[in-house]
């Protein structure tokens, strides 16, 4: 009986323990660049780890889209998105979700330009975060997070933030142990 009661406590801590976790992220579907040329992206790179995390943590999970999608073809995506860093955008997202009941928040992107889409920025901007652990992750060609951490950093100054983990988009399909053991180090 002592055994069956440890058991419904322990499980129930669980899940009490995964839904206040969220792991909320922007990814992009379409023509995107790799050392080995372009490819065509059914499920966007940091969809990938996203989902991994999901599942090794059980927390919820929420995707960034925006009103206004992006171009589907690389370069023009590129300068989409170069004309949204120059001028500060804040592109308006589909839907939001609310982050109040969460404690620990893991955040993904691409990087775009050494840092993240704008997109992100709009979602950062309308949340309180204090109080909040935030895990950053990031995918990318070869930038890492570029200058992501520190523009985090200036964006919600009142949460705190955990060293984050950045893979290679074309590698995330082969990242399984490196996303284990980012879970592991953060829970
Ligand atoms: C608009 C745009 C800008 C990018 N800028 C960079 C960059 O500055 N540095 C880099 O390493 N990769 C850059 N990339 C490559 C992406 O970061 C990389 O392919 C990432 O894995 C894409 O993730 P996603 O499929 O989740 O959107 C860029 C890609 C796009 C579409």
Request: proline share 3%; net charge positive.
């Amino acid at each position: 009986m002592k055994r069956i009661t440890l058991i419904i406590i322990l499980s129930l801590s669980c899940v009490f323990a995964s839904a206040q976790t969220l792991v909320v992220y922007y990814s992009r579907t379409g023509s995107n660049y790799t050392a080995d040329g372009i490819v065509d992206l059914k499920v966007g790179n940091t969809q990938v780890v996203a989902e991994k995390i999901q599942k090794l943590t059980g927390a919820d999970i929420f995707r960034l889209e925006t009103v206004k999608s992006y171009a589907l073809d690389y370069y023009e995506c590129t300068r989409e998105a170069k004309e949204e860093l120059r001028t500060k955008a804040r592109p308006a997202l589909k839907s939001d979700v609310d982050i109040s009941k969460y404690k620990t928040i893991y955040i993904g992107w691409p990087c775009w330009w050494g840092t993240y889409p704008m997109c992100v920025a709009t979602f950062l901007e309308a949340h309180d975060w204090s109080g909040k652990v935030v895990i950053p992750f990031t995918t990318h060609e070869g930038s890492g997070f570029g200058s992501s951490i520190r523009d985090l950093k200036a964006a919600i100054p009142s949460a705190e933030i955990k060293k984050g983990l950045s893979i290679q988009g074309s590698k995330v399909n082969g990242a399984d142990k490196q996303i284990e053991k980012f879970v592991s180090e953060n829970k």
